[in-house]
């Protein structure tokens, strides 16, 4: 997830908050567990759905 501001030299301050719930499968570890994300603050749907999908690819070489 990358974070850029539109005025290259303006400070910027973020803040982003997300709880991630990770449901192992029945057929784990031969399957990666699926991610949710139930809950988020400052940040809107499409970031959201950014995270989930980076999350799934980089999970992957963390549960296997």
Do not use: H, W
Not at 10 to 20: D, E, G, Y
Not at 28 to 50: H, K, Q, R, W
Request: charged share 25%; hydrophobic share 40%; net charge negative.
């Amino acid at each position: 997830l990358t974070i850029k501001d539109r005025k290259p030299n303006a400070f910027l301050n973020v803040s982003v908050c997300a709880t991630l719930q990770f449901t192992y499968v029945d057929t784990y570890p031969d399957d990666a567990p699926v991610i949710d994300v139930p809950s988020y603050e400052g940040m809107d749907d499409s970031d959201v759905e950014n995270l989930r999908e980076f999350l799934e690819q980089e999970v992957i070489l963390l549960f296997t």
